[in-house]
């Protein structure tokens, strides 16, 4: 049986990630352990995402060991990715896609079913995302924001012990770990009007480039159609800059005629005005430069 390492992250949902990818590669006939590295983002936890230095704060730790061979691959939450892989490595396989969407996430008692989003006013939001807090500005320009670290099941914790009226979180998360949100409200958002982190709900395999062993191992967990959605979503970063963390949504899906649909919004800063774009199109070529355009 071949045998391979992968690197991971060490937090919950890290770890389901990182065992989902383990049982995909056994059902191939590969036995893979798992190596936790720690990583910048994992150690600083006082700061929000845009006060930290640099790019990759989830990744470089797991990127160095892929470099130095302690790995064989890595696995990432793909919206964690800078849109550049370091010099020798690549994304060589995407995962198929859970819900891409952000939930809002609401104590029992800060409900307002007359509000919008069923959220009470002057509502204290939890956020670390310049994105997220762009976004729900513009919905919602009464609620106070205040940053939030820690993994899934910490900042439910802190929901849940008043800290907050609401958070936001990814549904990827939340379904992955089957969290538990009985004792809340949630509120689902669309996620053509609250564009998501580009590839959210995407888990991509990064390898080393000239590891032609790994590679073809990995070509059985490819999902062609969720990387042809997820290149587009990263090219509109990749053109906008500010890396994974800078105020920037978008998704792209493509319908049952391979027609492609584009929904996006950005904002210069977490706090600045929203511009919002869509477009659709029969190719990918110059989607993501014709998105970009609208919203520049």
Not at 66 to 72: K, M, N, V
Not at 227 to 240: D, F, G, M, Y
Request: one cysteine or more.
């Amino acid at each position: 049986m071949e045998k391979i390492k992968i690197g991971t992250r060490g937090s919950k949902l890290a770890l389901w990630q990182a065992h989902y990818t383990q049982a995909k590669l056994k059902e191939y006939g590969v036995e893979a352990d798992l190596q936790i590295i720690k990583t910048k983002g994992d150690k600083i936890q006082h700061l929000s995402f845009d006060k930290i230095e640099g790019k990759g704060f989830f990744t470089k730790e797991i990127e160095d060991a892929l470099l130095r061979g302690e790995i064989d691959m890595a696995v990432h939450s793909m919206k964690d990715l800078p849109t550049e892989s370091p010099e020798g490595l690549c994304i060589t396989a995407v995962s198929y896609r859970e819900n891409p969407a952000d939930w809002l996430i609401i104590n029992a008692e800060s409900v307002d079913d007359a509000a919008l989003l069923k959220l009470k006013k002057g509502a204290i939001v939890g956020t670390s995302s310049a994105r997220r807090k762009a976004l729900m500005l513009d919905f919602r320009p009464d609620v106070v924001l205040k940053d939030i670290r820690g993994n899934v099941p910490t900042r439910l914790a802190k929901l849940q012990s008043g800290d907050f009226d609401a958070i936001l979180l990814a549904a990827a998360g939340l379904m992955r770990l089957d969290a538990d949100l009985s004792d809340f409200q949630v509120v689902k958002m669309n996620p053509k009007e609250f564009p998501p982190a580009p590839a959210q709900g995407v888990l991509a395999y990064q390898t080393r480039e000239d590891d032609k062993r790994v590679r073809r191992i990995l070509q059985h967990l490819h999902d062609p159609k969720v990387a042809r959605s997820t290149n587009v979503e990263r090219k509109i970063l990749q053109l906008i800059g500010g890396g994974c963390h800078a105020p920037l949504g978008a998704y792209c899906e493509q319908d049952t005629l391979g027609n492609y649909h584009v929904w996006a919004a950005s904002a210069k800063e977490w706090n600045g005005s929203v511009k919002f774009a869509k477009s659709s199109s029969a190719t990918h070529h110059q989607l993501a430069e014709n998105i970009v355009g609208m919203m520049s």
